[in-house]
């Protein structure tokens, strides 16, 4: 029921590319992407609902494939603040809520 | 801008012991959560609570376990007899509608002695 992701960890150096895997067995309604930094809370950056939508955030961008239950999450020419470990969470069908297994990812100069 | 808060940002307690961790929601959310992250690992769903009911609740939230909204301002988790792997730092999240955006608070630390 949790969702899997992919690598579970990437370093990157600043300016490169990025990304990040996310993939259920179950039937989703919705994804979400969270970042958490160190010792802090997650942080909501983007949700994906059904219709294979993406969505950008500046250069952070996330597509959502629902027959293959599969969200990917992009980033681009990456900064040292995206530094951090990446959540995806899926709503599945039934409104249950998980988070996967998580993304380190760390930039570094 | 409006935050979820949590208290007490730390709480040490030894095992057997009742603990109650605080939350308070951002007012007009309606959806509650608590997460449970051990360090270093992944953020575990625990529970999520709306229109004063728990809607879900994971395998480990147990009987041990409870939650309340006593006054429609507090959501409160509380751990009755607590146990070593207890010990985690717990987050409160809300939600203004179902499935949307959910806002984190900075978490508790407990540490279970």
């Known amino acids: 029921q949790q969702p899997v992701q992919s690598p579970q960890a990437v370093i990157l150096r600043e300016g490169e590319d990025a990304v990040i895997n996310c993939s259920s067995s179950k039937a989703l309604y919705s994804v979400h992407w969270y970042r958490q930094k160190h010792g802090e809370a997650p942080v909501f950056l983007m949700i994906?609902?059904?219709?294979?939508e993406q969505k950008g955030h500046e250069k952070i961008s996330a597509s959502f494939n629902e027959k293959k239950q599969q969200s990917s999450l992009y980033l681009t020419a990456s900064q040292l603040s995206y530094s951090g470990t990446y959540f995806c969470g899926t709503v599945q069908l039934g409104n249950q809520f998980y988070f996967g297994t998580g993304t380190s990812l760390t930039v570094i100069p | 801008e409006p935050e979820v808060t949590q208290t007490p940002s730390h709480q040490v307690t030894q095992m057997g012991q009742e603990v109650i961790l605080r939350c308070v929601p951002i007012?007009?959310?309606?959806?509650f959560y608590w997460y449970r992250q051990i360090l270093g690992q992944k953020v575990e769903f625990l529970v999520s609570f709306y229109n004063n009911e728990i809607s879900e609740k994971s395998e480990i939230f147990d009987d041990q376990f409870s939650v309340e909204r006593p006054d429609g301002s507090n959501f409160t988790l509380k751990i009755r007899s607590t146990k070593l792997e207890d010990s985690a730092m717990y987050f409160c999240a809300s939600e203004r509608e179902g499935r949307l955006e959910q806002y984190f608070g900075p978490g508790t630390r407990l540490t279970v002695t």
């Open positions: 994906l609902l059904k219709g294979g």
């Open positions: 007012s007009n959310h309606l959806y």
